[in-house]
Nanobody, 126 residues
Framework: VQLQASGGGLVQAGGSLRLSCTAS????????MGWFRQAPGKEREFVAA????????YYADSVKGRFTISRDNAKDTVFLQMNSLKPEDTAVYYC????????????????????WGQGTKVTVSS
């Protein structure tokens, strides 16, 4: 599975961005997906995850209530809607995919994901 992330950019604090991650294979619908981020000098951290059915989602405490993960299996795409952005959200955002049962998320650790996109940079100015 090849993943292509897009939608990053420069935004002021309080603004919004919508990230997209499109998969190359139509078996996308059988993969749980996750978004992670990595700031300069820091380890990759979990942001949000969604089961392949879309029924289950899970968020890091730092983004709960501000970010929403969703997916469109017909378009082989997972989204991350980011609202009320803060400067501390500045990072390169990566999408990951991993096989999982229908209603299970893939996990919150990078090692639990087999496939990764190239990342899209998000910069939030104060």
């Amino acid at each position: 599975v090849q993943l292509q992330a897009s939608g990053g950019g420069l935004v002021q604090a309080g603004g919004s961005l919508r990230l997209s991650c499109t998969a190359s294979r139509h078996t996308f619908s059988s993969y749980a997906m996750g978004w992670f981020r990595q700031a300069p000098g820091k380890e990759r951290e979990f942001v949000a995850a969604i089961s392949w059915s879309g029924d289950s989602t899970y968020y890091a405490d730092s983004v709960k209530g501000r970010f929403t993960i969703s997916r469109d299996n017909a378009k082989d795409t997972v989204f991350l809607q980011m609202n009320s952005l803060k400067p501390e959200d500045t990072a390169v955002y990566y999408c990951g995919a991993t096989p999982a049962p229908r209603t299970s998320i893939g996990g919150t650790r990078p090692s639990q994901y087999y496939y990764w996109g190239q990342g899209t940079k998000v910069t939030v100015s104060s």
